[in-house]
Structures are given as structure tokens and as C-alpha cells.
């Protein structure tokens, strides 16, 4: 393979230090080997020249929060949803997430794993180079195993980096007794993903699981490997986000109500703080503070939280618009978030950074400025995505 | 030109009564000759077929209100506003309006042609089928000629009907009297674009136009043939609707501020009421209260206000989403406001409807519902767009 050479880039954002003008990015066996002034560039040599005309260049964005293995369709739930149907009278008609777990249920690995494929060449396609993918519409234990093969088969099979989490704790399933599904998690359910997934994550909130469920939960999944992630603060404030910080986590998701006191813990313990302004877009909910996070010290992630209930984002653009106009993140964070926020919130240090030594995921976009991304709402701006130093499309 | 048999459509919206599951349309010699469902469907005979697979169909959509033939560039201008810089501070800097006026006054016909032309391929590429396109960035005779010459031509060379707005009355030009600009735009700038403006409207808020000023402007234009449309009740409540609705204006846009007593003088009139939910997510301000209005009895049309200040946006989906998930408005409501809405509010009665005798403008969704397009942001679902049967792309 030969090496990349990108030039007449003429904004470009490493998350290294400031923004450089009239850049160029020299790839080398996947890796970025040199970037800086076009000024003070090595020769192209026999690498191959890619001219992006003044185009501004970005990393290529780390998506840190999916659920994009499910079944089924719930468009028409979400009509109902928007001209003010109930979430109650929605669900006792058969809607809501026990809606995706039974069509997902009913899905074959080969099913489903074509379903994810699409999505994740539409988020590849959109600017993505690496994501995490959380099971949690199984809620058993053979569902749950298919969905998390299906993860991580999705992203061999397309050349796309994916961290998978166990999100068996995602809710108690239709018809079961609670005290017995939690049973089922920790005794027979977390031993089966062992391997399987990277990280395992609780949705702790009113109606889901209590903190004192999930730091029973986390531990188990802790002793076979799998290190925590918590849906902490979404729709009420119920604590999550002060485990996470006591579990050291390696991410509290969500935190739309999140405290001072939350931030600093989380700061204070390292915790990644992914937000998802998405579904609070999509719920009309207020957003995270995000300005308030970052003040504190936490590492913001933004993510798309791509779920078929709440926030069926593929695209990270949109996610960036929303937290620059809704959220108040600078449109310099806003970008930061989804790209070196997103590795480090994946425990990916070489990603989301554009320097010697970092993996070569760029994204050229069809603008001078990547200010153009929440100031353009709508329109495609991503001109090309560069993976590992290869401007391929996925398989 | 031979027929088009459109087959296998999932789902149609007619917006000519209820939507038809499993349905076929046919268009001949650019028009919609027969439509419902498949069951009841003519033989294809000669005519090409296109078998949408299972997928949603819904007229095109119509862009009732863009400004998008300017030059220059305010994305850093966009970083500093949402980073809570203040409006003042950035006028002062040169920022605003101002500087787009300076931008598009130094450019040729052939260059604003080709910016204006960019946009508009875009917009036709996610689903626009027919477009309003107002001046306003010239504030002098000769640029604003300029500018509605290039919004004629550009739909004329791609292929887009193009309705064309004279904004003279958009702001006072720098460096100019209030009284002397006035004059300039009843006794020369008026005179002057007719028959290159069907229509002319007037901003009228506080620090642009008032009331007084804009029925003069308007009963000039209309000795001049062109009728009115209103930009009103945006930031403050000034009285543009009432006046929109006293003159039989065609439309009046905006109205984030309107209240019950403009919403009823408009239904009352006949004036369409244009929403421009894109300008008021950007601006972090209120949505216009569609129900509301809708209730009222209004014809809602929503647009993207395609602007460089406020809303540059130039996709219809992102609007879409808009409209029902901030602004309340239905599923089914939202969809038809984007085409047969914004067709009634540019008097293109022949559009934004698929039944015998309309204009074959279709756009198929790659979904099977359109209920998908706000249920899924960012996502872009435009599979084909289909002009006067026409499967091309704009040239």
C-alpha cells in the first residue's frame, strides 16, 4: 500500500494544537506520518496526491453511542408520538422498545447483520470511522449473544472499527419477573458475552434499574473483563453519573439533568461524559449542559445514540448542528466532541487526532471552513471520508 | 417522450384525500394521468416502468421562501454568534447582512449564477421540485436586477420552476438615508424590476420596514404587476400579517410571533402562511405556532428560508423534521405543507398534488413510509426525484 498525500487542504482541525491553513496530511501505512504547513512538507515522493482544492479537513468522526443492531419499524409509532399520543396508551397497544425486541427476536443473525450493514455504510458514508454498538433489544440470553456477534462481525466484514457493549440491563423484559431477570443478567447472561463485549452498560433511571441494580451489575461484568459504561441522568436525575464516577466508568451517557456535582465527579474520575443530543431533539427534552461539562474538566463526547425509539440519527452532521444551536457548544467543541472526544470516550487514543502516529481517518469536507457543518444544516458536506489512509468505501 | 408507469410504490401521498397502500402513477406528456391503487391500475402498455420496490412516494416538494442567489461567506460569523458573541458586536465588525450585500454586489451575473446554481442543484438533488427565489442582497438598482435575472435564469437552464420575489425592501443599504433609499425604491428600483419579479416583499420588523412604509412599497409593486408577500411577525409582532392580510397578499412568511387575531385575518384573506422553522432553530428562538395557525385555517406552506444569515438550509427533509418535532405540527400536516402548501403559497395550483391533470413531480423515498423522513434526521431518504415524469437530474 502506498502512502497518502493530502494537499491544498486549506483548513485543517488536528485536535493537536491550533487549526493550520494551506495544510498537508502525509499518510504512511495507515498512519498519519506527518502534518503541518504545506509550507514545511516532505516531498509527495511516490505517495499518491490527493488535492482537496481548498477544502477544509477534519478527523474522521468516532460515533460513541449506537443501538444500531434492531428489527422492526416504528415510524408509525413516532407519528403517533409527535401529535401527542400518550407514551402509555403507545405502549399498551404493543409500541415502544418491547416492540424492537420482539421484531428483533424474530430476526436471524443473517437478518440482522444485513439491517446493520446498511446503517453502518450510511454512517461511513457520512463521515464515521469508528463507533460503538451496544446490544440491548434481545433481553435474552441467545438474542443478546446474536446481537453482539452481529457487532462485531458488522464492522469486520466493512473495515470499520467497533467497540461493542452489553446492554442487557437496557429493560425488564415483557413478561418477566424483575428479581428474575436480574438473576438472569448476573448469572447467566454477563458470563455469556464474556468475550464478546468490550464494555458492559446499565440504563439507570426511573423504571430501568436503580444504582444500587446496576453497581450489581457492573461488578459481575467488571470480573469477566468487561469495563462500564452508564445511561446516567436522561429523563430524571437518579444517579448514575455519581457511580459511574464511583465505578470509574468509562462513560456516563446521556446526562441531560446532570448536576455541578455530577461534572465534577465525573471529571475528577476520568469518566467521558457522551452526550446525545439527538434524543433529547427527538424526546423535546431540554439538552445536556454541555458548556457546564466541559467547563469542569470532563471529556465531551457527542454521539448519535442511532436507536430506533428516540433518535434514529445515522449522521454525526446533524448531531454537531444540535450541539452548536441547541446544546451551546462552540462549533470548535462541537467538532472536537465528535471526533477526539468520541476515541477518547472509546478508549481509542490513536483516533479522533491528526498527528504522527494516529491512525489516518480523515474527513475532506466539501467547504472551506468545518464551521460550514452546523452552519448548513441538511446539505451532505462530507466530500470524502479517508480510512486508515484509504479513500475506499467500505465493502 | 414516452409515459412513466411509476409501480410498486408502498405508500403514496396524494394530498388528494387519504394515502394509498400498494399503488401506481402514471404520468404522460410530463402530467399525472391516473393514480390510486395498483389493484385498479391502467396496463403499462408502452411506457417506461419504474418499480419502486415497496417504497413511499409524495409529491415534490416546494420551496416557498429562499434567498438563494448571494455571495460571500459568514460561517466565521456563525462560529462567533453561537459562541455568544453579540449582534452589535459582530455588525460593528463588518458582519450581517451588511456583508453579504458587499460580497454579492461585487460579483458578476455569470458567478452568481454559478453559486445560485450549486444551491439549486442541491435542493433538487434532496427533493425540491419547485422554488421561490427572492433578491435582496443588491439594495441597489443595478444588483437587484442582477440578482432576479440570475434567479430567472437558473431555474430556466436547470429545469426548475422558479418563482421570482424583488426584496429591495430587505434593509436600508449602508451609507444611506432611510428617506433617500425609499425614494429610490418606489420611483426607480420598483419601475425597474418588473417583469423580473412576479412578486415583491417587504421585511417588516422593527429595524427594517414598518407597516406605513411597506403598504407603499407594495401599492407601488402592485401598479407594476407584482403581488405581495409579507415577511412578518418574525422577531417582534409589527403588524406585517394584519397588513398582509388588508393587501390579499399571496403569503406572509415567518410569523414566529403571530397571534390568533393575525392567524384569522389571514385565513379570512386568503393569504398563505409561510414557516420558516429552519430560521428559527438557527436563531434559537421560538417556532412560528403552526397548529395554530393550521386550526385556523390558514394554508401553512414551510420553506427553508435558504439565507446565509439565518438559515442555510437548502434540503427539505431537515425542515421536515423541524416542523414536527419543534414546531408540533402532524407527520401528515409537515409533509403536506412541503409540497402542496408551498405549491398553493407560490399559486402553482398544478403542484404539490399527484391526481389527473398535475404536474408529474414525485419524489420516492428509499422508505417505506414517509412518516421515515422526520422520524430519521439527517438521513438522506431521497431515492429518485421524478420532474414532469422526467427521471433526470437538472442539467
Known amino acids: 500500500m ?5 494537499t491544498g487542504i486549506g483548513h485543517l482541525t488536528t485536535n493537536d494544537g491550533d487549526s493550520v491553513r494551506d495544510a498537508v496530511v502525509v499518510v504512511d501505512d495507515g498512519r498519519v506520518s506527518w502534518a503541518g504547513p504545506a509550507s514545511d512538507a516532505p516531498e509527495a515522493g511516490d505517495r499518491t496526491v490527493l488535492d482537496c482544492g481548498g477544502r477544509a479537513v477534519i478527523p474522521g468522526f468516532v460515533d460513541a453511542h449506537t443501538h444500531l443492531v434492531f428489527a422492526g419499524d416504528r415510524s408509525d409509532e413516532f407519528r403517533r408520538k409527535m401529535a401527542g399520543e400518550d407514551y402509555r396508551s403507545i405502549a399498551a397497544s404493543g409500541g415502544g422498545i418491547r416492540s424492537t ?3 428483533t427476536r424474530q430476526e436471524s443473525e443473517d437478518e440482522l447483520f444485513e439491517l446493520a450493514a446498511e446503517r453502518l455504510r450510511r454512517m461511513a458514508a457520512a463521515g464515521t470511522t469508528a463507533v460503538e454498538i451496544k446490544s440491548g433489544y434481545g433481553l435474552d440470553t441467545g438474542t443478546e449473544t446474536r446481537l453482539l456477534r452481529v457487532a462485531r462481525r458488522v464492522g469486520e466484514e466493512l473495515g470499520i472499527p467497533v467497540r461493542t457493549t452489553f446492554l442487557g440491563a437496557h429493560a425488564v423484559p415483557e413478561g418477566m419477573d424483575r428479581d428474575a431477570y436480574l438473576d438472569l443478567l448476573v448469572g447467566e447472561m454477563i458470563p455469556a458475552v464474556a468475550g464478546l463485549a468490550d464494555y458492559c452498560d446499565v440504563f439507570v433511571e426511573d423504571g430501568a434499574f436503580t444504582v444500587d441494580e446496576a453497581r450489581e451489575i457492573l461488578a459481575t461484568a467488571a470480573t469477566h473483563g468487561m469495563r462500564a459504561r452508564v445511561h446516567a ?3 430524571t436525575r437518579s444517579g448514575g453519573a455519581l457511580l459511574a464516577a464511583e465505578l470509574g466508568a468509562v462513560s456516563a451517557d446521556h446526562l441531560d439533568r446532570a448536576t455541578p456535582e455530577d461534572a465534577a465527579a465525573l471529571a475528577a474520575a476520568g469518566v467521558a461524559a457522551v452526550l446525545c ?6 424526546l423535546r427534552s431540554p439538552q445536556a449542559p454541555g458548556p457546564m461539562l466541559w467547563e469542569a474538566g470532563c471529556v465531551v463526547a457527542i ?3 442511532c436507536n430506533p425509539g428516540t433518535s434514529y440519527f445515522e449522521s454525526m452532521a446533524p448531531i454537531i448542528s ?5 446544546m451551546g457548544l462552540t462549533v470548535e467543541q462541537a467538532i472536537w466532541a465528535a471526533t477526539r472526544g468520541g476515541a477518547l470516550a472509546l478508549e481509542m487514543p490513536d483516533r479522533g487526532i491528526i498527528r504522527p502516529g494516529a491512525t489516518g481517518d480523515l474527513v475532506v469536507l466539501d467547504a472551506p471552513d468545518p464551521a460550514h457543518l452546523p452552519y448548513r444544516p441538511g446539505t451532505d458536506l462530507v466530500w470524502l471520508t479517508i480510512r486508515s489512509g484509504d479513500t475506499a468505501e467500505p465493502a
Chains 1, 2 share one sequence.
Do not use: H
Open 2 to 6: 502506498t502512502g497518502l498525500f493530502v
Open 277 to 282: 443530543p439527538g434524543a433529547s431533539y427527538m
Open 233 to 235: 441522568e436522561q429523563l
Open 322 to 326: 444540535l450541539a452548536v444551536v441547541q
Open 303 to 305: 454521539a448519535t445514540d
Open 101 to 103: 425486541v420482539r421484531a
